[in-house]
């Protein structure tokens, strides 16, 4: 798609003639200033309201650094697990290639949108882009007036949610919560792993779930189970949808297809094959099943941990409203493995912990557990991991978490 016709499908007024940062914390407001942005024939740099001065100069020297161009121009922040800023590069093609995807794949003309996630990132800005290049409805609630109960009374058609796990889980706890979540069509889950009683419990309550992967570089969704599927019995992430093709090369995952970026902003890259850092597989069935990051394995004794196999172990004991496992050095092991957990978190049942945990290999379960504040979660979802590292090696060395 045309940058002329994204700009039109918008509704931007003439744009500026210079590079734009578009940051703004109101939904109508960035839409608007981003619509207009498009317009432009100049790079689009979208930015988080919580970035600090520091972030918001560092991204516009970034912005000094590169050409503009027809190819690459609409920069959608990706933190990665480094946390530092930077940009993946899209533009109209890569844009209309994964809502084309989205549609084809669900058996949707017109995709209807709620919106909970933040407009600059990934999910949110995607969830917009399908609204709007399809001709559907789109509406953004505040996620902090769902989470408190304000429940809309009523939905746009056969509308479409999407939700990173976290969100998914404490709408789960509410009632009224959860007949609404039956209103949708097509709840999609991503933004970091689902664990296996997040996911039953979905099913439980007959929700169309679909849980996907993606990211930031693949223009979102690239696989996706879909809500039949789903209530089939299918679990994993799903088949590649028809714009992206996922294989698996040495336990890494690798995707093709017309929604990958152009490359991180200031380069601009000609390749069509991105290698994630995500360890997966492909099921007999062709499905895709994500196993975990490889930056985020521990080596513990000469033995490798996958933190998601322990934090699932962890949630399933139903003690945890959060938990994340990293990897600390440690003298004797190399690297010891450390359960983290909000410190704010309602006392445990450390049995109930320790009878969850003996389904796994002893040398997989916490050296030590630690009680975190802040605890370290971005908007979207995901654990600032480093953050949490810097955290946990100041906070004191526990043997088990508070006990009840």
């Given at each position: 798609?045309?940058r002329?016709?994204?700009?039109?499908?918008?509704?931007?007024?003439?744009?500026?003639?210079?590079?734009?940062?578009?940051?703004?914390?109101?939904?109508?407001?960035?839409?608007?200033?981003?619509?207009?942005?498009?317009?432009?024939?100049r790079n689009?740099?979208?930015?988080?309201?919580?970035?600090?001065q520091?972030e918001?100069?560092?991204?516009g020297?970034?912005?000094?650094?590169g050409a503009s161009?027809?190819?690459?121009?609409?920069?959608?922040?990706?933190?990665?697990?480094?946390?530092?800023?930077?940009?993946?590069?899209?533009?109209?093609?890569?844009?209309?290639?994964?809502?084309?995807?989205?549609?084809?794949?669900?058996?949707?003309?017109?995709?209807n949108?709620v919106?909970?996630l933040?407009?600059?990132?990934?999910?949110g800005?995607?969830?917009?882009?399908?609204?709007?290049?399809?001709?559907?409805v789109?509406e953004?609630?505040?996620?902090?007036?769902?989470?408190?109960?304000?429940?809309?009374?009523s939905?746009?058609?056969?509308?479409?949610?999407?939700?990173?796990?976290?969100?998914?889980?404490r709408l789960l706890g509410?009632?009224?919560?959860?007949?609404?979540?039956r209103?949708?069509?097509?709840i999609?889950?991503?933004?970091?792993?689902?664990?296996?009683?997040?996911?039953?419990?979905?099913?439980?309550?007959?929700?169309?779930?679909?849980?996907?992967y993606?990211?930031?570089?693949?223009?979102?969704?690239?696989?996706?189970?879909?809500?039949?599927?789903?209530?089939g019995?299918?679990?994993?992430?799903?088949?590649?949808?028809?714009?992206?093709?996922?294989?698996?090369?040495?336990g890494?995952?690798?995707?093709?297809?017309?929604?990958?970026?152009?490359?991180?902003?200031?380069?601009?890259?000609?390749?069509?094959?991105w290698?994630?850092?995500?360890?997966?597989?492909?099921?007999?069935?062709?499905?895709?099943?994500?196993?975990?990051?490889?930056?985020d394995?521990?080596t513990?004794?000469?033995e490798?941990?996958?933190?998601?196999?322990?934090?699932?172990?962890?949630?399933?004991?139903?003690?945890?409203?959060?938990?994340?496992?990293?990897?600390?050095?440690?003298?004797?092991?190399?690297?010891?493995?450390?359960?983290?957990y909000?410190e704010?978190?309602?006392?445990?049942?450390?049995?109930?912990?320790?009878a969850?945990?003996s389904?796994?290999?002893?040398f997989?379960r916490?050296?030590?557990?630690?009680?975190?504040?802040?605890?370290?979660?971005?908007?979207?979802?995901?654990?600032?991991?480093?953050?949490?590292?810097?955290?946990?090696?100041?906070s004191?060395?526990?043997?088990?978490?508070r006990?009840?």
């Open positions: 798609m045309e002329s016709r994204l700009a039109s499908l918008l509704g931007g007024s003439a744009g500026p003639e210079r590079d734009a940062l578009v940051i703004d914390a109101e939904p109508r407001n960035f839409m608007a200033s981003a619509a207009q942005a498009i317009r432009g024939n689009v740099f979208l930015g988080s309201p919580g970035w600090t520091a918001r100069d560092e991204a020297r970034l912005a000094m650094s161009g027809e190819r690459g121009w609409l920069m959608i922040p990706t933190g990665g697990s480094s946390g530092a800023i930077r940009f993946a590069r899209h533009d109209g093609e890569t844009v209309a290639a994964a809502v084309e995807g989205f549609r084809a794949h669900f058996g949707i003309d017109r995709v949108s919106c909970v933040p407009l600059h990132h990934v999910g800005f995607m969830s917009w882009m399908r609204s709007a290049l399809t001709g559907g789109f953004v609630l505040s996620w902090k007036e769902i989470e408190m109960g304000n429940l809309p009374a939905l746009p058609e056969d509308a479409c949610l999407s939700l990173v796990p976290t969100q998914l889980q509410s009632k009224s919560a959860i007949t609404w979540l209103g949708f069509k097509v999609s889950v991503g933004g970091g792993p689902s664990w296996d009683e997040l996911v039953e419990s979905c099913a439980l309550h007959g929700l169309a779930l679909s849980p996907s993606g990211a930031t570089e693949t223009a979102a969704m690239v696989a996706a189970v879909r809500p039949g599927e789903f209530l019995g299918m679990r994993g992430c799903g088949h590649a949808m028809p714009h992206a093709r996922i294989g698996v090369v040495d890494i995952v690798r995707v093709s297809g017309e929604s990958l970026f152009r490359g991180y902003f200031p380069d601009l890259g000609t390749g069509r094959t290698t994630s850092h995500d360890l997966g597989s492909i099921g007999a069935d062709g499905s895709l099943r994500i196993e975990g990051r490889r930056d394995v521990v513990t004794g000469g490798k941990v996958s933190p998601a196999e322990v934090e699932e172990a962890l949630r399933s004991s139903g003690q945890f409203e959060d938990v994340a496992v990293i990897g600390l050095p440690d003298p004797d092991w190399g690297q010891a493995v450390v359960a983290c909000p704010s978190m309602a006392p445990v049942n450390a049995g109930r912990i320790e969850a945990l389904r796994i290999a002893s997989k916490p050296k030590w557990y630690a009680a975190i504040s802040p605890w370290p979660r971005n908007p979207q979802g995901k654990i600032d991991r480093a953050a949490l590292a810097s955290l946990a090696r100041i004191p060395r526990q043997s088990s978490p006990a009840s």
